[in-house]
């Protein structure tokens, strides 16, 4: 085995590992928070790439454009928290996991009425070939996607755990009836974390869309790899679903390139039946402290 | 009373339901009907179907029909869905009473209709891939179809292959439908044609990054790149290898025979070969071609209708399918035969046609009738579709 084709396929593994990072942070969010797993996170994703491509299509500068996608987008998780999640009150968590399901159909099926069935690209960050080392490639979008990813994790990181909301949050993920009594409204760090788990979520389509394109179908894999990276990392930390991002991306490639490609995208499945087996007592007792 | 009022509710449902019922003696035109996917999955290609259908019915009638009966086309839409497509071709066959039927738009939805139009004895003319809906044609004595099968493909892109004297092959196909028939046939064929697969490996359309498989086909030197798959994954494809310097051609299926695989490969597209059926090049097209004149016609009809640039090879099989009908139905006109389901049949089965997606020449062992030659290479240069030299 050469060399430069070890270094390619890791790079290649970084590279998608930090996108299913991305989306997985979203997860990691709205679970910390409410308990809730939230299957509509893959259709954030799906809706700053497809937004983004029709603001940019209005004739918007492009910076203009990506920034109002993810302010709309966030707008989008606003709305979707406020008419699907408040509405069902003290449901159980598997209620309302189920509600973001039937959530995730719904935009994703209006996404395709509008939008249509066609795939979209939108213009890479930075123009230029790619970058040669070690016999390997590397192009200019990856190293924004990585880079990107890096940034968001440190903001989110610290929003968390420096600032007196990302404290609210936390204290309303650790008791909710708690933190009620000091004043923490929990109703409202839920919305909170939908918004920003839907802004996260659609810096990841646009970052995403140069490589790999956008079309409102693209929620469906990427959702679940996310979940996968999400429930790797324990589904708590910023740094776990990180990791569980990069861990996801360089096993898929290390197997397509070692193993065989048909195998690929068996990975991302028995990783999550391994997590599902070893982690569903912590998750599931995750749940229990947090009704 | 009771019994009153039963016998005259019994008797109106009898007198409501008769004119549905009732059928048999001439009809006042020829009716012919065609079951596409007009939304649903297979949506792209239905909307161009039901546009020429409704565009040929409109022509054909203007001109005073067939020997001044006119033509009718029912169209029902079948979601894409197999059970949808089986009711509606039931309506067709026992409400409209229809002389033929066209469709479904694809493979799947027309292999749910195959037995439901044999048993009832309606010649099927379908616009759908699959060699299996012609194949066996002993079983198949009521199924004809017009688009070109991926088994020519695959052998129009061998042969173009050899001619550039290239034997070592590396394949990439899409882990779905599509790329698992395209697989089978370019695995099958592939010794007949003097080809060596060197490296076989797959993607999934929706992955997002493909450049490990590319690394792994860079290893093994090929001469030259198969790629199988539709928009999406092969742009992702196209694009990778340039990121990864791979300069070997790039040879792909027509699964990306339109505008939009160019816009979302953008530069990346430059330089991809692909098999297509003529319409895509119609302009450059040599003048003695014998197709020209009528993809020509074709093309500023349609799009003089709907729109500039919007003419594309699914509609194609539609005109192909309908022109074949309609042309069944004139020669038994002709010949002062009686026009039914079965003389339609016969005349399908022994039809000539210079058509949209090649030279038809129907026989009872060859219910297509097209050859390879049919398909042209094209080769994308600066954004362009240009007919490849061979």
Partial sequence: ?291 | MKKVVFIALALILVIGIMPFTACGGAEEEYKIGAVLGITGFNSALGEPEKQTLEMLEEAINDAGGINGKNVKIIIYDTETDSTTCFTATKRLIEQDNVLAIIGASSSGVTMAILDTVTDAEVPLVSLAASDQIIKPVEERYWIFKTPQTNSMVVARVYDYLSDQGISEVALITASDGFGALGLEELKDVASTWGMTIVADESFDPDDTDMTTQLAVIKGKNPEAVICWGTNKGSAVIADNMKDLAMEMPLVMSHGIANRDFIDLAGEAANGVIFPAGKLLVTEQLPDDDPQKDVLLAYKADFEYLYGEGNVDTFGGHAWDAFTLITDAIQSLVDEGKEVDRAGIRDKLESAELVGISGIFNMSSTDHLGLTPDCLVLVEIVDGEWTLAEE
Avoid: C, H
């Fill in chain 1, 1 to 291: 085995m050469a060399t430069w084709q070890l270094v390619q396929y890791v790079v290649t593994g970084i590279t998608v590992g930090s996108i299913y990072a991305i989306v997985g942070l979203g997860f990691t969010i709205i679970y910390s928070v409410t308990g809730i797993i939230n299957f509509a996170q893959g259709e954030f994703v799906m809706l700053g790439g497809m937004t983004a491509f029709s603001l940019i299509g209005l004739g918007l500068p492009i910076p203009v454009a990506l920034m109002l996608a993810v302010v709309l987008v966030t707008l989008v998780g606003v709305v979707f928290n406020l008419t699907a999640i408040r509405p069902a009150g003290r449901a159980s968590s598997i209620t309302l996991i189920i509600i973001t399901i039937g959530g995730a159909l719904f935009i994703r099926a209006v996404a395709g009425l509008y939008w249509g069935r066609d795939a979209v690209a939108l213009p890479p960050f930075s123009s230029g070939a790619s970058l040669s080392f070690l016999g390997a490639y590397i192009r200019p979008q990856s190293l924004w996607v990585i880079g990107i990813t890096l940034v968001l994790m440190v903001v989110v990181y610290l929003l968390l755990n420096r600032t007196l909301v990302g404290k609210a949050l936390k204290a309303a993920a650790i008791n909710r009836r708690a933190a009620a009594l000091v004043g923490i409204d929990a109703r409202m760090m839920s919305l909170v974390s939908f918004a920003l788990a839907a802004a996260t979520g659609a810096i990841g389509g646009i970052v995403i869309a140069p490589i790999s394109y956008a079309s409102y179908d693209m929620g469906v894999m990427l959702g679940l790899k996310g979940f996968v990276a999400a429930a790797m990392g324990g589904l708590t930390g910023v740094w776990g679903v990180f990791l569980g991002g990069l861990g996801l991306g360089l096993a898929e490639s290390l197997a397509a390139g070692y193993i065989s490609s048909s195998y690929k995208d068996a990975i991302a499945l028995i990783f999550l039946f391994a997590v599902l087996l070893i982690r569903s007592r912590r998750l599931v007792a995750g749940e229990e402290a947090a009704a």
